[in-house]
């Protein structure tokens, strides 16, 4: 199976800049969006069944160091989750401002108490279009059930391919926060760490997704958001 295509620092710049222009009511929230699944290697239906609580404290604080939790996790154990990049957290302070402001997701009580931005600490950190959280659909394969948010991953692929770059997938976000994370922090972090960070089981499953193709090396890993 072909690796997911690694994205440049310039072709992200100019993602975020086309989800600025293109999104009208929906701004802030894809931008915020987009932000999140290139700067936490996340999947799509993890990403949709976030919740505040997981994003700011009562305090109304965000938490630097949070956690991907188990129920929601792909594999149903819990990892690390950074809300450290300053970036990240702007586009996603803005967007819950902009949740205040229309109501959507507010607390009755004000912030149960006065926090987490007065929104309801456990309504979804991302918003659908109809006010909810992101639709999740399971599947069955071979005796497995399977779980996914298709309208989110709809909606993050067409955020990217109205760039017009070319065959870029959520997949091209997870494998590039691998491997810019990887390669600009070699020695203070393993494969091992790298496979914790992402979910992963299997080592050898982690080292593919974090080798950066050569030919895209120096424009890709240039630092992660």
């Not at 505040?52 to 160091?65: G, T």
């Not at 594999?75 to 970036?87: D, H, Q, S, T, Y």
């Not at 607390?107 to 992101?134: I, N």
């Not at 960070?197 to 240039?222: C, T």
Request: aromatic share 6%; net charge positive.
């Amino acid at each position: 199976m072909a690796k997911a295509q690694l994205v440049s620092d310039q072709q992200l710049r100019e993602i975020i800049k086309v989800a600025r222009i293109t999104s009208t009511e929906h701004a802030l929230r894809n931008v915020a969006l987009i932000f999140t699944l290139f700067a936490t290697g996340l999947t799509p239906k993890e990403i949709a069944q976030l919740e505040v609580r997981d994003y700011c404290k009562r305090s109304n604080s965000v938490i630097p160091e949070s956690v991907v939790r188990a129920e929601i996790a792909f594999n149903g154990a819990e990892r690390p989750l950074m809300w450290v990049a300053p970036k990240v957290v702007a586009a996603i302070d803005a967007y819950l401002e902009h949740r205040v402001l229309h109501g959507l997701g507010v607390s009755v009580r004000s912030g149960e108490g006065g926090g987490y931005r007065g929104l309801q600490p456990k309504s979804a950190l991302f918003l659908a279009r109809d006010g909810q959280g992101f639709s999740i659909s399971s599947s069955e394969k071979n005796g497995k059930i399977y779980s996914e948010s298709n309208s989110l991953t709809r909606l993050l692929n067409k955020v990217m391919s109205d760039s017009n770059i070319h065959g870029l997938t959520t997949a091209s976000a997870r494998r590039t926060f691998a491997a810019k994370l990887y390669q600009n922090n070699k020695g203070a972090i393993n494969i091992k760490d790298m496979a914790h960070i992402l979910g992963l089981k299997s080592l050898k499953a982690a080292k593919k997704l974090v080798e950066a193709d050569a030919v895209n090396m120096r424009d890709a890993i240039q630092g992660v958001i």
